[in-house]
């Protein structure tokens, strides 16, 4: 099982970011929210996490949360854009 099918993402309204913590580190997707969007700003991943499609996770979830809430998606991050290319893509 790849470590994004079993992450658990919260959501950290407080601090704007959809968060996965684990073993002592936190990936996050830093986000802005209004009434009518979600717009996708940084991710940020540490060291001792990469390789583990958090990042992708994240992603994944910031999706469907916009899809779920009704909010136009905005995406800046520049691995958000990436991803979700590649993943439109094939």
């Given at each position: 099982m790849s470590a994004s099918s079993s992450a658990q993402v919260t959501d950290n309204r407080a601090q704007s970011r959809f968060?996965?913590?684990?073993?002592?580190?936190?990936?996050?997707?830093?986000?802005?929210?209004?009434?009518t969007s979600l717009t996708l700003i940084h991710t940020?991943?540490?060291?001792?996490?990469?390789?583990?499609?958090?990042?992708?996770?994240?992603?994944?979830?910031?999706?469907?949360?916009?899809?779920?809430?009704?909010l136009r998606l905005i995406v800046i991050c520049p691995f958000a854009r990436a991803y979700l290319r590649k993943k439109n893509a094939g």
């Open positions: 968060e996965i913590n684990t073993e002592g580190a936190t990936a996050f997707l830093l986000y802005e929210r209004t009434d940020e991943v540490p060291p001792a996490l990469r390789g583990r499609h958090l990042g992708e996770a994240l992603v994944d979830f910031a999706v469907a949360d916009a899809q779920a809430s009704g």
